[in-house]
Every structure is written in C-alpha cells, then in structure tokens.
C-alpha cells in the first residue's frame, strides 16, 4: 500500500507499545525476583524495553498453573469445535493486528519490514487457523479385532508441553508449535528465546483475548540458563519441543532421559545444497540461489549455504549469482525496499567474521562481499554484514560442513548426478535443499537420493502448512506444519472392550 514508507513505520514505531511483562495464568506479570534484560534492536542498537528475566522459580510456577489447569479440563476436554472457534477468533485477531505484529517483529529481529509483514504475520495466521479448522475433522480409529472385540484407540492430550523457539524466525516458529500444540488440548509454556521476546508476549494477550482459558497458554521469557535447563529437567512436564541449535537439541535429549523422559521434538540445524545442472533455467536458478543463501541474512536453518554447481557451468552460473548479490544490500529494515536487514547481534557478526576468515585460510577464493558493516549509511548503529560468496570450495572445508548462520554461500562443483548426490550427503545435516534441472529423471533421481527432509525441485524454499516440515540426522526429529505435527502432541490410547 501507498501509505508504507519509511516514514510511515518509523512514525508507528514510534508509538509502539512494547510488552515487557512474562504472561502468566492470563495476565501480564513480572519476574518473581524482580530482574529484567534489555531488549535491543538489532539495526539501530537502541533499547526497547527491559523485559522480564524468568528464572527457575517462575517456570515451577507456571508449570504448576498449566497443570492445574489441564487437570481441570478447562481446556483439554472442550469440545474440539469450541477449541476450533477459539484458535480461529485468535488467527483473525492477529490478522487485525498484523501491522503492530510485523512492526515488534522488525524491531526485535533485525527482519525488512517487508518480509515480517507480508511472509511471516501472514504465515502465523494461516498456521493457526489451518490447524484450527483440522481439530474437529481428525477422527479415532477402531482396530480390526475378532468377534466379540471392540478396540478403540483414541487420541489424548499429552498434558503440559515446553515450547523453545529461536530468534531468527520468532513469530512464524512460534506460531508452527502452538498451533498444534494447542489445538491438540495441552496447556504450554513458551520460552522464547531472550533476545526476541516480543512477538510471543503479543500473541499470548490476543490469544486470552479470543478466548483461551487462563493458565493454559503462559510464555516465560528468559535465557537457557537456568530457566530452559531448569524446564527441560521438570518432572510435570510432558513433552518438549525446540527450534534452534544441534548442540542445545542434544542438550535437551539428554535432560529428558535425566528427569521424565518427557516425548522431545527437534528441529535443528541445517547445511543445505542447493544443486544446480547445466540443462537447468540459469537465470531462475541463480536468482534464487541468491534468495536461498541471503533471505533472512542467512540467519535461516534450510538456507541453501552449499551451492552445487555442474562443473561445466561452474564460472558462468557463479557470475550470475554474484550480479544477484548486488541486490542484496544491507539496509533500514523499516525501509519497505530492503531486502537484507540487521543481523541479530555482535556475536553473530563475529562468527559469521570468524568463518569467512577461515575460508580463505583453507583455500576458498571469496568472490563477493565478505565485510561486517558498520554505521550503516551514517545512520544505523545495528549490525549488519554483506552477502557474501565463495568459489573454489571443496566439500571437506570447514565452511562447507559447519553452519555459519550468515549470508555466507559456499560453492561446489560436482560432475554428474551421482556426484551430487555424494556431496550432498556428505553432511551431518539433512533440512532442507533444492536440486535445479530441466530433465525430470535427473531431477527426481537426486530429489530421491539426498537425504534431507524437504528438497525442492525446480524451486528453493518450497511447501506450505499442508505439508511437514523437518529434518534427517542432527537437523533433528519430530516435524512442524501438517496433520502429522498433531502427532508430535497426542498420546494415542487403546480401550479394548470384550462383549
């Protein structure tokens, strides 16, 4: 619309009101002990709020809520139609504040105001009320069994579910694991991470506001020590589920088995290739390697950060894909012309550094960007970084095993469709990836081959909620999105009857 500027969003973030209290049993309430964090913008390095800083306490006290509350059945024995009616009546409220909901997403995460509004506002709300409208359509089943048996086998809440997301997708991530979650019947407490609290506090006041009974939604904003660790180890609690890094993912398998063995769910780290064949549309393909590698800075677990390319067109493509990079220049992120915002904060910008130093020691050619930026345009404070664009990479060089999480792409070159495949798999990983070529045989034998969660063909970034979302090996377990997420939050019971 005509009326989103620049202009426009720095006057509405200048009226913005920032949540800053954790949400508990309802309402809006402070650490027990008092503590806050900064909350800081990642573009402009300003504070926005001091929110609380949960500590162990105010988990055991949330985790006490949400039993209590799903004993009471408040929520967990509604008929499925007036849960659905209520998930519903929440996705229309955030639609109706989509604008102060992309808004908090920008200045908490760095994100263009472009995307927070038109991908991920609009993402959460097509998640929940997808999800939403599901609830009362799943049905039980009843076993073949001999005469004189009946076998139910029903499906049950788990109970109380921990939900921990990330910083770089905070809304859209928060949205895939509540919705399911919830409309399953559990009680959850969210923790977002420390940094990117906003969003999630927003969406827990629209969802008591639409209806959800006190106590059964509670988000806790604070750090992975103590509060994470302390509600990983709670024995009341059921099940867990987290979206972040393979080294806190393994942490969190190993609490389970310390305390409850509480059901966890793991979406991981990711070190996609996106595999390009010299019969492929080039100009289409290198556009979106473009988009695969620096969506996001980046900061996205199935960015495409191993570009495989057919060695005959190996330079060619590559310049194609450097002309692209052009056009992903740091900018304000409440500039609806920016493609490329802030990156998350100075550690990250030191790594991202960290790896492109260690590129070029063991043998990379960096053909484009490579520079953290600084003062951005002589305005902006944040933390931004270049697109960034290796050649020459083999596959056993550090940046080509390890996730950098930065618009950092590392390019390979393979010869024929078994070669890919190879390379492909020869990672820890198994998120997500893309193979580009205009013969389906080729095209399908490699889709079939890699080892990953989600490949796309002919497409990069592909899928929507109707299909699961997840990875293989230490990009984790479990899956996001679809009727298959449902599973991740049920118990499935068994009633034999003999008559």
């Known amino acids: 619309m005509s009326e989103y500027s620049l202009d426009y969003w720095q006057s509405q973030a200048s009226q913005i009101a920032i949540p800053a209290n954790a949400w508990i049993n309802g309402k809006p309430a402070a650490a027990i002990s008092g503590q806050t964090r900064p909350c800081l913008n990642p573009a402009t390095g ?16 949330a985790v006490k809520i949400a039993r209590d509350t799903f004993n009471s059945g408040v929520w967990a024995n509604m ?67 001999e005469p004189g048996t009946l076998a139910l086998i029903q499906r049950l809440p788990l109970g109380v579910v921990l ?19 919830l409309a399953a019947g559990n009680s959850v407490i969210l ?12 969406l827990a006041e629209l969802a008591t506001a639409a209806g959800l009974p006190d106590g059964v939604l509670n988000v806790l904003p604070g750090d992975g020590l103590p509060l994470g660790q302390h509600l990983s180890l709670h024995p009341d609690i059921d099940g867990q589920t987290f979206t ?57 677990c199935t960015a495409g950060t191993r570009l495989l390319v057919q060695e005959s067109i190996y330079d060619e493509f590559l310049a194609k894909v450097a002309e692209h990079a052009r056009d992903w220049q740091p900018g304000n992120p409440l500039d609806p012309n920016t493609r490329l915002g802030a990156v998350i904060d ?55 095993q390890e996730e950098i ?56 970034f592909g899928g929507d909620i109707t299909v699961p979302f997840g990875g293989f090996g230490e990009s984790g377990n479990g899956r996001d999105k679809s ?10 019971k068994t009633t034999w009857i003999e008559y």
């Open 79 to 145: 008929a499925p139609r007036a849960r659905k009616l209520i998930l519903v009546k929440w996705a229309e409220l955030i639609e109706q504040h989509a604008e102060e909901m992309a808004l908090l997403e920008t200045l908490d995460v760095g994100k263009p105001i472009s995307d927070t509004l038109n991908i991920d506002v609009p993402s959460a709300v097509n998640t929940i009320r997808w999800t939403a409208e599901a609830v009362d359509k799943i049905y039980g089943e009843i076993a073949p069994t």
């Open 191 to 202: 923790k977002p991470d420390p940094k990117t609290p906003l969003t999630a506090l927003k």
């Open 483 to 492: 009727l298959h997420a449902l599973n991740d939050y049920s118990e499935l």
């Open 163 to 181: 939900a921990i997301v990330p910083w770089n997708f905070p809304l859209s991530t928060t949205a895939w694991k509540l919705a399911p979650a």
């Open 405 to 460: 999480f930065g618009p950092v792409v590392s390019a390979i070159k393979f010869t024929d469709a078994d070669d890919a495949i190879r390379i492909a798999n020869d990672s820890r990983y198994g998120l997500a990836g893309g193979v580009w070529s205009r013969d389906i045989s080729t095209a399908l034998k490699v889709a079939n081959g890699v080892r990953t969660g989600t490949m796309g063909v002919n497409n990069y």
């Open 46 to 61: 300003e504070l926005l709020a001091n929110v609380a800083e949960c500590q162990p306490e105010d988990g055991d006290l």
């Open 346 to 400: 100075q550690r990250q910008i030191d790594t991202i550094q960290k790896y492109i130093g260690i590129g070029q020691a063991e043998g990379a050619e960096l053909l484009f960007g490579g520079d953290a930026l600084t003062n951005l345009n002589g305005q902006l404070a944040g933390q931004f970084h270049q697109p960034t664009l290796f050649k020459g990479v083999d596959n056993a060089m550090t940046i080509a």
């Open 244 to 300: 972040g890094s393979t080294n806190v993912g393994k942490l969190l398998m190993q609490y389970s088995g310390q305390s409850n063995l509480k059901r966890t769910f793991l979406e991981l780290g990711g070190k996609s290739a996106n595999i390009v064949f010299a019969d492929a549309d080039l100009d289409k393909a290198a556009l979106w390697a473009a988009v695969a590698g620096f969506y996001n800075c980046g900061q996205t």
